[in-house]
T-cell receptor
Framework: QKEVEQDPGPLSVPEGAIVSLNCTYS??????FMWYRQYSRKGPELLMY????GNKEDGRFTAQVDKSSKYISLFIRDSQPSDSATYLC???????????FGTGTSLTVIP | KAGVTQTPRYLIKTRGQQVTLSCSPI?????VSWYQQTPGQGLQFLFE???????NKGNFPGRFSGRQFSNSRSEMNVSTLELGDSALYLC???????????????FGPGTRLTVL
């Protein structure tokens, strides 16, 4: 069993829709939870990160962490065609620099 | 400030050959991490170098090795290439790397390796 599981999609939504992306994990020691966005032929770029449990909002993006369920989510409000990309969740322990990534969810926002 | 650069961007090799990939981190960054990205497995951590020393290592065979130079530039080497080594190889740099402060890790565009 992989330490981080993510539905690969693909996910296709109309412009303006609310998008929900999710990951589950098995290692209860994870403390940092991140979401990256990766455009085609580019490296991942950090969207949001959260330490421990709770919610974090940044513009149209909201990240949620539920450590009791080992479940994290990213919500995108008022989705735009420019949001079309692969979204990767990532997690890390409290020390060191090793990240554990999900396989990514491919999102297409249709104008 | 220039971002992380990786060379070459694309590479085609045959089974049994060896390959060296290069990564230049953001100026001032001392930590370089390498990842392998495939559709089935996603991003998998290979290793991390900090101040010319390998500090963390993922679960990859010894055919995968790396090094870091005094200017923080890093190289990754894969010997005796196998078909399954075809992937996008990404490097990421950060200033200290001592704690996983995620906003400090920046990825390069990657090197696409195809093994025939």
């Amino acid at each position: 069993q992989k330490e981080v599981e993510q539905d690969p999609g693909p996910l296709s939504v109309p412009e303006g829709a609310i998008v929900s992306l999710n990951c589950t994990y098995s290692n209860s020691a994870f403390q940092y939870f991140m979401w990256y966005r990766q455009y085609s032929r580019k490296g991942p770029e950090l969207l949001m990160y959260t330490y421990s449990s709770g919610n974090k909002e940044d513009g149209r993006f909201t990240a949620q962490v539920d450590k009791s369920s080992k479940y994290i989510s990213l919500f995108i409000r008022d989705s735009q065609p420019s949001d079309s990309a692969t979204y990767l969740c990532a997690m890390s322990l409290n020390t060191g620099n090793q990240f554990y990534f999900g396989t990514g969810t491919s999102l297409t926002v249709i104008p | 400030k220039a971002g992380v650069t990786q060379t070459p961007r694309y590479l085609i090799k045959t089974r049994g050959q060896q390959v060296t990939l290069s990564c230049s981190p953001i100026s001032g960054h001392r930590s370089v991490s390498w990842y392998q990205q495939t559709p089935g497995q996603g991003l998998q951590f290979l290793f991390e170098y900090f101040s010319e020393t390998q500090r963390n290592k993922g679960n990859f065979p010894g055919r995968f090795s790396g090094r870091q130079f005094s200017n923080s530039r890093s190289e990754m080497n894969v010997s005796t290439l196998e078909l399954g080594d075809s992937a996008l190889y990404l490097c990421a740099s950060s200033f200290m790397g001592g704690r996983p402060l995620p906003h400090e890790q920046f990825f390069g565009p990657g090197t696409r390796l195809t093994v025939l």
